[in-house]
């Protein structure tokens, strides 16, 4: 059964320095709240994987919590560049980081494979690509039956995933509504599993195919509302485009992002995850 | 009456007159989205658009920031979790175009989306792949639009993030259940199509107004110009109303959010 925790409980227990990471949300419900909490109890040296890792894990990296950064798409999305990730690889500001790039095929189906307990994951990729060639973890089989090349890359198995969702009820039971991206994928995948949640209600309101997650695959719930901001929570607020664009200017300076950090982050309460 | 319109709108309408009605098109974000939104609301109003954020089948008012706005998903038929996107809709042979933008192209319509220089030392660091290496060879057909200059059309990419036809042009020779790749490149110059033996990208069209000396020009290789070289016809009045409201409209709304 999951535990209601705080979010600085839950994190304190589950994020160990040096763990593999996983805080899934695509575009959608990227558990921010969760991420300062991570940032602010001063984790190091964590294996960070996202598909994208978006202003979330830019804020992560400049914050120095990671050492590893596994990833598929590293942008921010309809601005340009992750200037904290940029920085990170290019001069090794504030520490050196090590990439690890895929496709997002790649990246969905090792999630997927993940949670269906699978060492690896089979698909029809990377062909032609020269991605393999600087990734050591992306391989090639033969298909046993018809003889096809395809690709194959070891399956994400984090120690911890995080992910932010609507609401939960008095059970633990987390109900995701929208684009649903890898996040229940992330959470059967990982060794335990923290969910951030908008709030706690009587009843769900799930119907009959909705993406539910039962209380006794999760670890721990915590309760951060706006915990999504400046990305969304479907049915509740929308995303902050405005805060997207003006991050360029927030990351692009060491200082200029220091001050952020300060102020928003190690000067915030622990339940905030919006400052747009 | 001659109309006026900008480059990037010709490009834009040329793109977008570049999808049929009917066709499911994988889209990318930026210009590919601006072009297939303008196809569905114009000539190909069934088109189908699928997002690999998982929304299939989705009619977005303003155009997306983010590959995953909400409007996405508000507007789309259904939204699927994203390993069923790539697994069973591009995997699964469901898509006959995907619309990619790219940072480099060579003349074998290789993209790269990863880095500018060496790997270990990179100049630039660009996102990376993201859908865009399976899209490629997934989709029945590619279409690929962007702007034309000397530093987006290099000779040999710095890395292939993407397979267009391979470093030699052979890249999906004798590859089982491959799409068709790269058929047309769609710029605010001209429009390329392969060379159906070598793959070389070669100038069919010139929009407008452009001369060949400005293709050449704004092109890092030695570029060829099919014998029967067409003119792009204009955009119309309609298309052009059209896309400056989808425009005026997105900016409306992403201002205020």
């Not at chain 1, 990296?61 to 309809?78: L, T």
């Not at chain 1, 500001?93 to 997927?112: G, R, V």
């Not at chain 2, 962007?146 to 030699?168: I, N, P, Q």
């Not at chain 2, 929009?207 to 029967?228: K, N």
């Amino acid at each position: 059964m999951s535990e209601f925790l705080s979010l600085h409980d839950a994190v304190a227990r589950y994020v160990q320095d040096g763990a593999t990471v996983a805080m899934e949300g695509f575009t959608h419900l990227i558990p921010f709240a969760a991420g300062h909490e991570v940032i602010r109890q001063k984790k190091r040296d964590l294996t960070l994987i996202r598909m994208t890792p978006d202003i979330i894990y830019d804020q992560m990296i400049g914050a120095g919590c990671a050492k590893k950064v596994i990833f598929s798409w590293g942008g921010n999305p309809g601005v340009g560049s992750l200037h904290r990730l940029r920085d990170a690889v290019e001069k090794g500001w504030p520490c050196k980081i090590e990439i690890l790039e895929h496709s997002h095929a790649a990246m969905a189906c090792a999630f997927e494979a993940g949670a269906a307990g699978l060492p690896l994951a089979v698909f029809r990729g990377y062909i032609g690509s020269e991605l393999p060639s600087v990734n050591d973890q992306i391989k090639f089989i033969e298909c046993p039956f018809t003889g096809e090349r395809l690709a194959a890359v070891p399956s994400v198995r984090p120690d911890v995933s995080i992910i932010h969702a609507q609401r939960a009820d008095r059970q633990g039971n987390v109900l995701v509504e929208g684009i649903v991206g890898v996040q229940k994928e992330a959470v059967l995948a990982a060794k335990h599993s923290i969910v951030t949640v908008e709030e706690i209600v009587d009843d769900l309101g799930a119907t009959p195919n909705a993406c539910v997650i039962p209380s006794w695959a999760i670890s721990a719930i915590a309760v951060a509302e706006k915990g999504a901001l400046p990305s969304y929570t479907h049915g509740y607020y929308g995303r902050s485009n405005r805060f997207y664009k003006e991050w360029d200017a927030i990351a692009r300076d060491r200082d200029t992002f220091t001050q952020w950090l300060d102020n928003n982050v190690f000067n915030a309460a622990d339940n905030v995850g919006g400052q747009a | 009456m001659s109309l006026e319109y900008t480059s990037s709108e010709m490009m834009s309408v040329t793109a977008a007159r570049a999808l049929e009605n009917g066709m499911t098109c994988f889209v990318g974000i930026g210009l590919p989205s601006e072009a297939a939104n303008l196809a569905r609301l114009t000539h190909a109003p069934d088109v189908v658009l699928i997002y690999e954020s998982g929304t299939l089948q989705t009619k977005p008012d303003i155009l997306p920031l983010s590959i995953g706005d909400g409007e996405l998903c508000e507007s789309a038929l259904t939204t699927v979790a994203v390993p069923e996107m790539f697994r069973y809709w591009l995997q699964g042979g469901k898509v006959d175009v995907g619309f990619l933008g790219t940072a480099q192209i060579d003349r074998f319509a290789n993209l790269n989306t990863t880095l500018i220089g060496d790997y270990k030392a990179p100049k630039v660091r660009l996102p990376g792949g993201g859908g865009a290496p399976e899209i490629a060879t997934n989709a029945g057909e590619v279409f690929i639009t962007l702007k034309h200059s000397k530093r987006a059309f290099v000779k040999d990419v710095d890395f292939v993030t993407t397979l267009g036809f391979g470093r030699d042009g052979k890249g999906r020779d004798n590859v089982p259940n491959i799409g068709k790749g790269p058929t047309r490149v769609i710029t605010d110059l001209c429009v390329m199509k392969p060379d159906p033996g070598s793959k070389e990208l070669v100038v069919v069209s010139l929009h407008p107004g452009v001369s060949r000396e400005e293709v050449i020009e704004a092109t890092g290789w030695e570029v060829r110009f099919a014998e029967q070289l067409e003119s792009t016809p204009e955009p119309s009045a309609n298309e052009l109303e059209i896309l400056r409201e989808l425009k005026a409209r997105t900016e409306r709304a992403h201002a205020d959010a």
